[in-house]
């Protein structure tokens, strides 16, 4: 049997002549960039997410340095967030001469840790403007503490949302947790489209307007420019596909739930003891699992096992950030942050995605009991 990682051509084929229908739209209509689906999607995001403005952008890595740049970021300051993520959370803020501060994460949820958090500003808030929780894998960071924490020290809160659209905490959705909420619509994302996208959610109007402002150049009239900002436009046939999927995603979101408690069901029941721990969730959050991810023993053997029998799978992240050699100048060392750099010895997502059969699902466990038997 062979079982993708994510294969996107079974929702392709359900949604195909939806989407099609849509994007012949857009081009009989040959208004192709910031046109009518795009704002209609931002209201649809809005809406979705519980914020009040949404301001679509050309990826989540925009996203995340549009919301920067509109929280007034800039060189010297400091923005707070972990090591444990995809690289552009850090490196957005590197590239607007900011500098990444980093806080090791939790090692149940692997989001980053309140505590150590409150650690880090009690000894030192001096410079740091932001801080920058990332909603890992689908599940939300613990917002309240968050937000308390940056209240008392004055700080932007900035969601990197990117795999977490539809993710809530407390009852309330992702991405209207903070001050900024970023999200991507990369083709792996839960929401993806057929090519780079993203958007950025806010409460604020002034911020939305100056979102509105950096991703067209910082003019507000054509050709006259207010503030130095960037090319970083939705295009009119993302936006129409995404759309068409916004209508399926939380039936999706369902399936991959559905799925990550027939996986941790078998998982119990094989009992595999130590050798591989489930993802948890708490109580508190409403996860769409982006990504399944379980903490194993004899990581990289299993993975070439499962490749030999056909299972994809991968490994979100194989090196925390504050090891990797464009941040050397930071100053970081090996051990700074034991839990990420732990559970980057250890993490391998397997298939979730909603389309996934029992079948294939019952095949990857039962691979994986085999190679721990043997
Ligand atoms: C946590 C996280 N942040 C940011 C991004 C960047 O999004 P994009 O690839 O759309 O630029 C991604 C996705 O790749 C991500 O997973």
Not at 299 to 313: P, T
């Amino acid at each position: 049997m062979n079982v993708k990682l994510l294969d996107l051509d079974r929702q392709y084929r359900k949604i195909k002549n939806e989407v099609m229908r849509e994007v012949k739209a857009v081009c009989d209509s040959q208004h192709y960039v910031l046109g009518p689906n795009v704002k209609a999607l931002e209201e649809e995001i809005a809406a979705y997410s519980g914020a009040k403005y949404a301001v679509g952008v050309a990826s989540g890595t925009d996203a995340i340095l549009l919301a920067l740049m509109a929280a007034g970021v800039g060189p010297g300051d400091k923005v707070v967030t972990t090591p444990y993520t995809f690289f552009s959370t850090a490196g957005s803020i590197a590239l607007l001469g900011a500098v990444p501060v980093f806080v090791d994460i939790e090692p149940d949820t692997f989001n980053i840790d309140p505590n150590a958090l409150e650690r880090l500003l009690k000894k030192s808030a001096k410079n740091v403007k932001a801080v920058m929780p990332v909603h890992l894998y689908g599940q939300c960071a613990e917002m309240d503490t968050i937000r308390r924490l940056a209240h008392r020290h004055n700080l932007m809160v900035i969601e990197d949302a990117a795999q977490s659209i539809g993710a809530r905490y407390k009852g309330r959705a992702a991405g209207a947790l903070g001050d900024f909420g970023c999200f991507s619509f990369y083709p792996t994302k839960n929401l993806g489209c057929f090519g780079d996208g993203g958007m950025v959610t806010t409460n604020s109007k002034q911020r939305a307007e100056k979102l509105r402002m950096l991703r067209g150049h910082g003019s507000r009239r054509r050709y006259y420019y207010d503030i130095v900002g960037t090319n970083s436009r939705l295009d009119e046939i993302q936006a129409a596909v995404l759309r068409v999927k916004l209508k399926y995603l939380d039936s999706w979101a369902e399936g991959r739930r559905k799925n990550a408690d027939k996986y941790t069901g078998l998982f119990a029941k094989a009992g595999l003891g130590t050798a591989l721990k489930v993802p948890e969730i708490r109580a508190e959050n409403v996860s769409v699992y982006n990504q399944y991810i379980v903490l194993v023993k004899k990581r990289d053997a299993l993975r070439k096992y499962l490749a030999a029998k056909g299972v994809g799978s991968e490994i979100y992240y194989p090196m925390s950030l504050h090891q990797q050699k464009c941040f050397k100048d930071l100053g970081y060392k090996k051990g700074d942050f034991p839990v990420s750099e732990s559970v980057a010895r250890q993490t391998l997502a397997l298939p979730i995605y909603p389309e996934l059969k029992p079948a294939e699902l019952k095949y990857v466990v039962s691979t994986i009991v085999d190679f721990y038997s043997k």
